[in-house]
């Protein structure tokens, strides 16, 4: 999924299987968030910010890597 109108993150992706969550930045790295809920990403998706909605429910909530 792209959000052309963020302007911290280009896109995300979600596998509700494994539960992990694939978030790339406008500035380049892309990170692998693991046992992520659906309704996080979900959340992510309708929120107005999401910048904002990352900083405040997904940084440093879940195991992370830089992928």
Known sequence: ???PDSEFLKSADYDPETKTLIIK???GP???YN???QFIFDG???AQSKGRFFDTFIRDKFPT???
Do not use: A, E, T
């Open 30 to 32: 892309r990170y692998r």
């Open 1 to 3: 999924m792209l959000f």
């Open 44 to 46: 992510l998706l309708k």
């Open 35 to 37: 046992n992520v809920p």
């Open 25 to 27: 930045m406008r500035s």
């Open 65 to 67: 890597s830089r992928c």
